[in-house]
């Protein structure tokens, strides 16, 4: 833009200078001014233009960016409900095994009742699966029988969806459940693991376990299993449990049933002649002494046995060596009054060994070195 002439002042009358300027300002006016005023004006009128143009662009660029957002939620919506073996839950479930309930979000739902699903948490490897015993489809309901699982956790946010049957590939390890103490009914459905160790010595009379679930348990001390309406036991004959002792115990519509059950002793459960074993503790040998065994057999033993059990080494012997010996009227020992819950017995006059180790279980047994133990069967 030219600079605009400077306006005729007053004073350029008297010099003669008023006409020239003035017509030099309206010259430059009409001719210059106007010409760039008005291509300042075309100027603006063009940036104001596209302005509004991008305006209209970055509007519909908006209207398209919230469409596709509505598609793009209306798509998940859709995910979310098919197709119909899909789901998702947020009811507040622990890993487990056994009965679960879920309530789905979304109603309508094709799965049916036996249909295998897995029911798995968003975060990590955990999950549950098993097979379904119930389901209604318009309350969004759904209860699943846990048959497998992994991890543990208690989650809000589970994706359920059909799987097939669960099959066995490769090694399959059960786990140990937390040790479940003895009672007269033990829940043998909300142990932890497969492999059950039951404490204490309470009487058993029936175990809760789901129809076809099976258990290994262990006992850990000494209780009676009763046979009954709620626990049938080989033989249909009651148990007296000792440590060690191990059962295989399945779930049936009827109560549960010891399907095999393997002493720790090895001695057969039902069916032998010789079922239950008994082993005294170890008796220090005192002259003509009477002891009283309380064997705990449940019946008067079939056989009964005394033996010698070296516990400092003496000619030959070790420690932990063992030697039968006999009982008789004038001898060793004698057998009292027996019973199906005691043995009595009593050590003859002269046992006790005099300095050469000779007395009536034989020379060479000094009775330092020896302790007297019986063991009885039934």
């Not at 106007?34 to 302005?51: C, D, I, P, S």
């Not at 098993?130 to 969004?140: D, E, L, M």
């Not at 479940?180 to 459905?189: E, K, M, Q, R």
């Not at 262990?218 to 046979?227: E, K």
């Amino acid at each position: 833009m030219k600079d605009t002439p400077p306006f005729p002042a007053l004073a350029d009358r008297t010099t003669g200078d008023y006409n020239g300027r003035a017509f030099a300002f309206g010259t430059h006016m009409a001719d210059t001014f106007n010409g760039e005023l008005l291509a300042v004006a075309e100027n603006v009128l063009n940036n104001a233009t596209e302005a509004y143009q991008d305006a209209l662009a970055a509007e519909e660029s908006a209207a398209s960016a919230k469409a596709d957002a509505e598609s793009a939620a209306r798509d998940a919506a859709t995910a979310a409900s098919a197709p119909g073996t899909n789901a998702t839950s947020t009811t507040s479930m622990a890993l487990g095994l056994g009965t679960k309930t879920f309530t789905l979000v979304q109603a309508g739902k094709l799965f049916g009742k036996g249909n295998t699903v897995t029911v798995a948490a968003p975060t990590g490897d955990n999950w549950m699966a098993g097979p379904i015993t119930s389901f209604n489809p318009t309350a969004g309901e759904m209860t699943v029988n846990v048959t497998n699982i992994s991890g543990s956790g208690t989650f809000t946010d589970w994706r359920i969806s059909l799987a097939g049957a669960a099959g066995l590939t490769g090694v399959v390890n059960e786990l140990r459940a937390n040790n479940v103490a003895s009672a007269s009914t033990v829940n043998l459905t909300a142990a932890t693991g497969n492999l059950v160790h039951i404490t204490g010595t309470t009487t058993i009379t029936a175990f809760t376990l789901a129809s076809g679930a099976e258990r290994s348990v262990i006992f850990d001390g000494a209780l009676t299993l009763t046979n009954g309406a709620g626990l049938l036991l080989p033989g249909a004959a009651n148990i007296v449990t000792a440590a060690g002792d191990r059962a295989l115990v399945r779930g049936d519509s009827n109560g549960a049933i010891v399907t095999h059950y393997q002493r720790a002793s090895g001695l057969p459960v039902v069916g032998g002649v010789i079922s239950k074993e008994y082993v005294s503790p170890d008796q220090v040998i005192v002259n003509s002494a009477s002891v009283t065994f309380t064997h705990g057999l449940g019946t008067l033993p079939k056989l009964m046995q005394g033996y010698l059990r070296c516990v400092v080494a003496y000619s030959g012997y070790v420690v932990g060596d063992v030697i039968p010996v006999a009982n008789t009227s004038s001898g060793n020992f004698s057998w009292g009054r027996i019973t199906s819950s005691q043995i009595q017995m009593r050590f003859n006059s002269g046992v006790t060994a005099g300095a050469d180790g000779s007395n009536p279980f034989g020379p060479g047994y000094p009775d330092a070195n020896w302790r007297f133990f019986i063991e009885a069967f039934a």
